[in-house]
Structures are given as structure tokens and as C-alpha cells.
């Protein structure tokens, strides 16, 4: 795969070209990891601004109307609407797994069935995380089922 | 193996749809095969009855604990519909207690086979997707 770099005018706004004939898994990969990496969020911890790398996320979630990142260990409140969160991170790693959540597949550590076809996430953390029924379709499509 | 998952997932289709289509038949052919047209049809009122109990589960996510307890008020409303329709439908007497018992327990068989299966399948997939995510996972570092 060739590789070229051009300079591009002050007004204009850095941008990824790829030419290619089609979009293998391979190339999916690199945008998604491009994706992930150029992307830095605003949360807010203690009163103050963090920037965050979704990459340490380990899931989001909803409550009383607000969502939070969760950390292996912290957690930050975030400005933005989980459906924005789940816009803005589509073809990542991250997928919808309730109404109330969006969980990074790259931190699950295994999965277990739970009750009324519903899905138990164990993250490396040690957290547990529910996939709903209507959800679990788009995990298993995430992972090539 | 997957010819056979796929009979199998045709089946209640074709059964459900052979039982209408006979009850059909049979009523209008009339005569001796009237008394067989009705109990075929007395089934698919006591069918169609029974799945109406599964309105009860809303289109919300459940605790464990609302799951459970749905689930046996879908049992004991699908053991009255069997009964109720075996007592309508003059297949028993109310006074015929070894009957009534019998069916509650065939109710209860199914109950018990269907949960069998979901366990069954969930486990399948779980194991499934937990390969899959370990291959993911693999893939990305």
C-alpha cells in the first residue's frame, strides 16, 4: 500500500483520502482505528474539563437523563446525548447494548446469557453490563455472527 | 444438522396452517367428520386463547425478577385457558380431578421444555460470540 502525504492550504481541514478497488475487513480496520484515534471527547470530572481517548472508555450509560463514561476505574460526566455518542462512534468499536447504554467490544472480556434473551457483559474491569434482547442482533453482526 | 434447524423452525408453521386448513375441510364436508371438525376447532380457540397470555410481556426491557414473576402468571393463565376449554368444550368434568392435574403437569412439561431450550441456545450463542470477541480482540492488537 502506497503512502502519500500532501500539504494542503491553511483554510482547509486535514483529510484522509483512500483509494482503493474495494473495502476488504482490512482496510475497515484501519479506518475504524483511524476513526477511534483522531477523536478526542470533552467530559467533565470534579467540576472540570477532561479531554478523553475513547479508546479508555470501557461503555456509556444513562442515568436520570444524563450520560456518563465510564473508566477502568473513573467516571466522567459527558454533554452530548447517548444517540449523538452513538452516531459519532458508528463502525468503531463501540455498539448500542440497551436504551440506556453503549459498551466498547474491545473491553468485554466475556459474555454470559442472562435471563429472557439478554446478554451479560464482563468487562476487564470487572463491571457488568446488560445487552437487551433487541441488541444483541447488532452485536452479533459486530462480531461476524 | 442445519436442514434439520431448518425443518424445524418450519414446522409449527405447517402444523399451525394444516390445522386451520382441516378444521376448514372437515366443517365443510359435514357428516361423521363434523364431531373431528370440532375439536379441531375447539384446539385452535384454545391455541389462539393461550397466545393471547403472551401479551403480558411488555416491549420494555425486564428485571430477573419481573421475568420470573410474568412467567408464572403466563403459567397459571395458560393452565386456566386448558382447563377452562377442557371444561367449555365438555373434553372433562370439573369434579375430574386426576384430568385436571394431568394437564396442569403437561402444561408445566411444556413450560419447563421451552425454558430448557432458550438456556440451551443462549448458552450456544454465548459461546459462540465469546470466540468470536477472543478473535476480534486478537485482531486488533
Known sequence: MRIIIEDCKDDEEDTIIIKCKNIDKELLQLIYSVKMGSKRMMAFKDGSIVMLDPKEIYYFDTVDNKVFAYGEQEVYEMKVKLYELEKDFEGTDFFRSSKSSIINLSKIKSLTPAFNGRFEALLYNGEKVIISRQYVSELKKKLGL | ?141
Open chain 2, 1 to 141: 444438522m442445519q436442514r434439520i434447524k431448518y425443518l424445524a423452525s418450519l414446522f409449527p408453521n405447517i402444523a399451525t396452517g394444516i390445522l386451520i386448513s382441516s378444521a376448514i375441510f372437515l366443517s365443510a364436508s359435514g357428516g361423521s367428520l363434523g364431531s373431528l371438525a370440532r375439536i379441531l376447532w375447539q384446539l385452535i380457540v384454545c391455541a389462539f386463547l393461550c397466545t393471547l397470555g403472551s401479551i403480558i410481556y411488555p416491549n420494555k426491557e425486564l428485571s430477573k425478577k419481573q421475568t420470573v414473576i410474568l412467567a408464572v402468571i403466563n403459567y397459571i393463565y395458560v393452565n386456566m385457558i386448558v382447563i377452562g376449554c377442557g371444561i367449555v368444550f365438555e373434553w372433562f368434568d370439573l369434579q375430574d380431578w386426576g384430568r385436571i392435574i394431568i394437564l396442569s403437569f403437561l402444561v408445566a412439561i411444556v413450560f419447563i421444555v421451552v425454558w430448557c431450550i432458550s438456556v440451551y441456545k443462549g448458552q450456544k450463542l454465548a459461546n459462540e460470540m465469546n470466540k468470536k470477541l477472543a478473535e476480534y480482540q486478537k485482531k486488533k492488537k
